[in-house]
């Protein structure tokens, strides 16, 4: 099984600070990863596809980076409504993996 | 547009059974495998199971083999699992995700089902 290593698994940040959440791969993944937004009691929502690609409508101050097995998503100024939990997926291989999830919280 | 509605979720007992459904709209359901991912509180996302388009390929995670199904009917939109033997540990959101094999996955979610397994 491919293990998703996410870091930090929380993190307190301040409206208009970039920040950066990392996700590992056990092995190489090529660039078979999504990044999710979820907040609370709604479902998982994809921002990012492909590794690096935005999801359509998805504000431009998310990005994404990374191949292999080393991931990042960047969102370059924060917003109010982007306090909420991120995931990372790998779909590779079976089984499909999460990353553990960081928690981005208002500082 | 494409959308994914689960149902079928509730209260069961340990050791009971039960069966959630997940229909799609808008899109062409029989192109697309089809996941289930569950979350229990307060906890992360976990994949529990998957089924290609055509039904040909089925995968399950460990923690739900042996007593889980998965299945489909493309002639009705819908996905099913069947969860039987049913753990207090399953106790979680269950939602269903699309998924087109080597194009794209997980792009949509359905706004999930509660399973609640309590004595």
């Known amino acids: 099984d491919i293990q998703m290593t996410q870091s930090p698994s929380s993190l307190s940040a301040s409206v208009g600070d970039r920040v950066t959440i990392t996700c590992r791969a056990s092995?190489?993944?090529?660039?078979?990863l999504g990044w999710y937004q979820q907040k609370p009691g709604k479902a998982p929502k994809r921002l990012i596809y492909?590794?690096?690609s935005l999801q359509s409508g998805v504000p431009s101050r998310f990005s994404g980076s990374g191949s292999g097995t080393e991931f990042t998503l960047t969102i370059s100024s924060l917003q109010p409504e982007d306090f909420a939990t991120y995931y990372c997926?790998?779909?590779?291989?079976?089984?499909?993996?999460f990353g553990q999830g960081t928690k981005l919280e208002i500082k | 547009q494409a959308q994914l509605v689960e149902s079928g979720g509730g209260v069961v007992q340990p050791g009971r059974s039960l069966r959630l459904s997940c229909t799609a709209s808008?899109?062409?359901?029989?192109?697309?495998?089809m996941h289930w991912v569950r979350q229990a509180p307060g906890k992360g996302l976990e994949w529990v199971a998957v089924?290609?388009?055509?039904?040909?390929?089925?995968q399950y995670a460990d923690s739900v083999k042996g007593r889980f199904t998965i299945s489909r009917d493309n002639s009705k939109n819908m996905v099913y699992l069947q969860m039987n033997s049913l753990r207090t540990e399953d106790t979680a959101v269950y939602y269903c995700?699309?998924?087109?094999?080597?194009?794209?996955?997980?792009?949509?979610w359905g706004q999930g089902t509660m399973v609640t397994v309590s004595s």
């Open positions: 997926l790998q779909h590779n291989s079976y089984p499909r993996t």
């Open positions: 995700a699309r998924e087109k094999v080597a194009v794209d996955a997980f792009d949509i």
């Open positions: 089924i290609w388009y055509d039904g040909s390929n089925i």
């Open positions: 092995q190489g993944i090529r660039n078979d």
């Open positions: 492909a590794a690096s």
């Open positions: 808008g899109f062409t359901f029989s192109s697309y495998g």
